[in-house]
Every structure is written in C-alpha cells, then in structure tokens.
C-alpha cells in the first residue's frame, strides 16, 4: 500500500510557517524521508469569499508548488490533488505537465475533476453546466498533447492541426492520469478514459456531497459499492485491467484516528483493493508538521508498505 500527503501549502493563515521556500524545502524533504508516495497540492484559483468564509481553503498555484517541491526532492511523486481541468485550455495544461515532467525525471502524477464551485467557473470564464463535456474532451486533448508526437485534435473553440508539444511525457507508457469524484459518471469516466480513480470519502447527510456535487461515500460498504460498480462497468466495457484505486483520505471528516487505527483501516481498504490512500498530516506550525509526518512514517508507512 502506498501513502500520500496532502500537503499544508494551502494554509495561508500561518504564511511564516507554510508559506516561504524555507518552508517548502523543510515539509518536501521530510515528505519524503518518512516514506510518503506522493506530495499534493489542491486548485483553486480563485474562489469566493463566500466559500472561503464557510470553510473552504485558499491554494496555491499547483503547478507552481509542484515545481518547488520538484528542485528539492528526488523520489517523491507529484501529484495535483485535483486539478479542476475544465478551468484550463488543455494545451496550456498539457505544456505546463510535461515541462515539469520532463525536469523532475517523470514523477507528475495528473489527478483531475470537474469542479463544484459556480462563482470560480464565473470568474474564469468557464460555462458550469459544460463542465463534465469539458472534462471527457479536456483529457482527450491532454493524452495526445503530452505524448511527444505530433497532433490533431479539435474541441469546443480551439483546434489544433499538426501541432506539437516537446518533449512529451517521459513516463511508459504515458503520463498518468486520475480522475476524482463518486459519482457513477465520474466512475465510467475513469474506466474509459483513466489510469486511476480517486474517490474520497463526504460527511454523509447531504452536507459535504451537496456542496461539492458529488455522490455520498461515507463508509466501507458504500466505497464497496461503487468500486463494484467500476468492475461491473468495466467488464461491460471490455476493460480489463481496472485503473488504479487512489483513496483521498484514510480519515473520513471529522474522524480522528490513532496511528494503529489508521493501519487497521489501511488493511480493511487493501481488500476492497485500494492501491493508494491519503493520510492528513497535522500542526498548527511546521516544527508540529513534521514531527507528525516522522511519526506517521514510522507507525504507518513502515507497517503497511
């Protein structure tokens, strides 16, 4: 089982402790010293006040950080966690992957969602109500464009005939692509289209999944439940080999688990076979971060890998 780390870059209340490249430097390098598969960084680019101020979090540029944490780090995956796809022409995004992909010695991991919040497509620019067509189009445009080889590909408001993108992905087969979000949709979206699928889990209630507009994922047997459905869809579909199944977090929200539960829980996600999972990292300052980050590499990662 490999461990992910979403990491704190988003915290811009605390900017001395998580916002400076002394910052970035101290939390990539211990990301990766205990172990962690990936390093993750959330989008959003501009949210509204009226978000944030219920909850929601600010976040960096993610291609940005990843560029940072890629100059100081040697093993550690990349990985955006998600990328809102449909708020970007898919060239600019396919460029801006393979640069960084190509200069990390192909370690970007591309995890992409439609998205939920209406006043960030506003502000973008981006028709809401598209989003999923912009999705399924998006990764189309993103496939061709970052293999190295020249294109053709045309989409709503933009073509490209006989273009290229150098170098491509230097991954093998091709740079790998996850898709987010519970929502059957978003399921068969990721058989047909993905290496991976990453579900996550809500609150439960219609509290969380009303506001990010997905389907309910609040325990074991619903995660059950809808990786039956991708296995099902998939034998429907002819896929044979399922995509990979990449767990947001070990924690549902909320949940506060000890070091040996969250090992219990890894286990019990292995046989309904995830492959990947998040853990939270917590501290209020970064000397709190990292000490937790050393602890969880040793009481977690050291047991379940």
Avoid at 62 to 81: D, E
Avoid at 153 to 180: M, W
């Amino acid at each position: 089982m490999k461990i992910n780390c979403p990491l704190p870059f988003d915290h811009t209340d605390a900017p001395a402790e998580f916002g400076t490249m002394e910052a970035v430097i101290a939390i990539g390098q211990a990301v990766e010293k205990a172990g962690f598969n990936a390093g993750l960084v959330t989008d959003h680019p501009v949210p509204t006040g009226r978000w944030l101020d219920a909850g929601g979090h600010h976040a960096q540029a993610p291609f940005v950080m990843l560029s940072l944490l890629a100059a100081h780090t040697k093993t550690l995956r990349l990985q955006t966690g998600i990328l809102v796809l449909p708020y970007r022409n898919p060239f600019i995004v396919a460029r801006d992957i393979t640069t960084l992909d190509s200069f990390s010695g192909g370690r970007v991991t591309l995890s992409v969602g439609a998205g939920y919040l209406k006043g960030e497509y506003r502000a973008l620019g981006v028709d809401f109500e598209k989003r999923n067509e912009l999705m399924d189009e998006y990764i189309q445009a993103i496939r061709l464009a970052t293999s190295g080889e020249e294109f053709t590909f045309e989409g709503d408001g933009y073509q490209a005939f006989g273009n290229r993108i150098i170098p491509g992905s230097p991954q093998t087969p091709h740079l790998p692509i996850y898709v987010g979000g519970n929502a059957k949709r978003a399921i068969r979206r990721v058989v047909d289209m993905a290496d991976g699928w990453n579900p996550f889990f809500t609150m439960g209630g219609g509290v969380n999944s009303n506001t990010t507009r997905t389907a309910e994922i609040t325990n074991e047997d619903d995660l059950k439940a809808a990786i039956d459905y991708m296995k099902d869809y998939a034998a429907k579909v002819g896929r044979a080999q399922l995509p990979e199944i990449v767990l947001g977090g070990v924690n549902k929200p909320g949940e506060v688990l000890t070091s040996q539960e969250i090992v219990d829980r890894i286990g019990t996600y292995r046989e309904l076979g995830v492959s990947t999972a998040g853990v939270t990292v917590k501290g209020a300052t970064r000397a709190e971060w990292l000490e937790d980050v050393a602890r969880i590499g040793e009481e977690v990662i050291a047991k379940v890998q």
